[in-house]
C-alpha cells in the first residue's frame, strides 16, 4: 500500500466540487486515511511550496492557494502517487487528458483544481506537513 497528500484548492472549494472530487476518489479505490479543510496562511503556501520558489509563478501561486480555504487528504491505494497523478491529469487543464479531474473540474493552469505529491517521499513529507502524529495514529 502506498499514500499520496492531496489538495483540493481554492477553485475546487469555491465552485462546489469538493463531493464530486470526493465521490470519484472513492469510486476509483482510494481509501481515505484523512480529511480536513483548512485556510492556508500566506507562511504555511510559501512552505509548502518552496520548491517551486525559483519559478516565476511561485508568488501567484502561493497568492492562489491562500485566496480561500481548501480541503487536504491522505489517500491510500496500491501505487497512490502515479494512480492520482494519472486521474488528475496535466498540469494545464487544455491539456489534460477527458474525463481526468483537471479536464472536468480546473479553471485555468494556476486554478487547477487539484494537487497531488509527485513522488512516494514527497508525499510522506506533505502528509506530515498538514496532518498531525494524533490526526494519522495508526493509519501509516
Ligand atoms: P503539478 O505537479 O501538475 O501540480 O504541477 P507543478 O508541480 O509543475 O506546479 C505546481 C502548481 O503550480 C500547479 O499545480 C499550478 O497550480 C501552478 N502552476 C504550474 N505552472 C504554472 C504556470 O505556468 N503559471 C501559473 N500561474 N501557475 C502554474
Redesign the pocket.
Given at each position: 500500500m502506498e499514500q499520496t497528500l492531496i489538495i483540493l484548492?481554492p477553485d475546487a472549494v469555491k465552485n462546489k466540487h469538493v463531493g464530486h472530487i470526493l465521490s470519484r476518489i472513492e469510486q476509483e479505490g482510494f481509501n481515505i486515511l484523512a480529511l480536513k479543510k483548512v485556510h492556508l496562511k500566506d507562511k504555511e503556501a510559501k512552505k509548502f511550496?518552496e520548491?517551486?520558489k525559483a519559478?516565476?509563478?511561485y508568488k501567484?501561486?502561493c497568492k492562489?492557494m491562500v485566496s480561500g480555504p481548501v480541503v487536504v487528504a491522505a489517500l491510500e491505494a496500491p501505487g497512490a502517487v502515479e494512480k492520482w497523478?494519472k486521474l488528475?491529469g496535466?498540469?494545464?487543464p487544455a491539456q489534460a487528458d477527458a474525463n481526468t479531474i483537471r479536464k472536468l473540474y480546473a479553471e485555468?493552469?494556476?486554478?487547477?483544481a487539484v494537487?497531488?505529491s509527485?513522488s512516494e517521499k514527497n508525499a510522506k513529507n506533505e502528509i506530515k506537513f498538514f496532518f498531525s502524529k494524533d490526526e494519522l495514529k495508526g493509519k501509516l
Open positions: 484548492k511550496y520548491v517551486h519559478r516565476p509563478f501567484d501561486l492562489f497523478r488528475i496535466a498540469t494545464d485555468s493552469k494556476e486554478a487547477n494537487h497531488g509527485d
